[in-house]
């Protein structure tokens, strides 16, 4: 039993360890960071709906507080597809399906240090129209908690990372 407990214990260490905090910007926009061979980088999670879906070559701005705009630009890496259906029985079945995409795109040290100033405004090169964000809860932590998530990451094999100053 107490091995059993010891697995379990270190098998949740490590998940919580390694684990990426999404931060929502609204109800389609996740963002994550994260970090591989000496490189960082932010993951757009996003989910399409019938007006905003994200396409292949992938790019992000966002508006800082003081007016710089910080620009992302890269791929979608993966996709998620969920199926759900109901059957009425007599042969009526419905349901539906929906998308969620996840896009890996480059940040550079310095774009790192500028999200200090906060996120004003987010924009996403959806279709058929753009995904635009002004307002999200969390908005004013927003730009600083990613900055935080950032210096806290670890390396491949968890070792603290010193090079981020």
Same mark, same amino acid.
Do not use: M
């Given at each position: 039993m107490k091995k059993l407990f010891i697995i379990i214990s270190f098998f949740v260490y490590s998940i919580a360890a390694n684990a990426v905090w999404m931060r929502s910007v609204g109800s389609n926009a996740e963002f994550g960071v994260y970090y591989f061979e000496e490189e960082y980088y932010l993951i757009l999670s996003f989910k399409d709906d019938d007006g905003n879906r994200l396409t292949d070559n992938t790019i992000i701005k966002f508006m800082l507080n003081d007016g710089q705009i910080l620009r992302f630009e890269g791929n979608e890496g993966s996709k998620q597809t969920k199926v759900?259906? =109901? %059957?009425?029985?007599?042969?009526?079945?419905?349901?539906? &399906?929906?998308?969620?995409?996840?896009?890996?795109?480059?940040?550079?040290?310095?774009?790192?240090?500028?999200?200090?100033?906060? =996120? %004003?405004?987010?924009?996403?090169?959806?279709?058929?129209? &753009?995904?635009?964000?002004?307002?999200?809860?969390g908005k004013k932590e927003f730009g600083n908690e990613l900055y935080n998530d950032f210096k806290n990451l670890k390396g491949e094999f968890g070792e603290e990372l010193h090079n981020f100053e």
């Open positions: 759900r259906s =109901v %059957n009425w029985g007599f042969g009526i079945s419905t349901g539906g &399906a929906s998308d969620k995409h996840f896009a890996i795109v480059y940040i550079t040290k310095e774009q790192i240090e500028k999200l200090k100033i906060g =996120v %004003n405004k987010i924009a996403i090169n959806t279709i058929p129209e &753009a995904y635009l964000r002004d307002e999200w809860r």
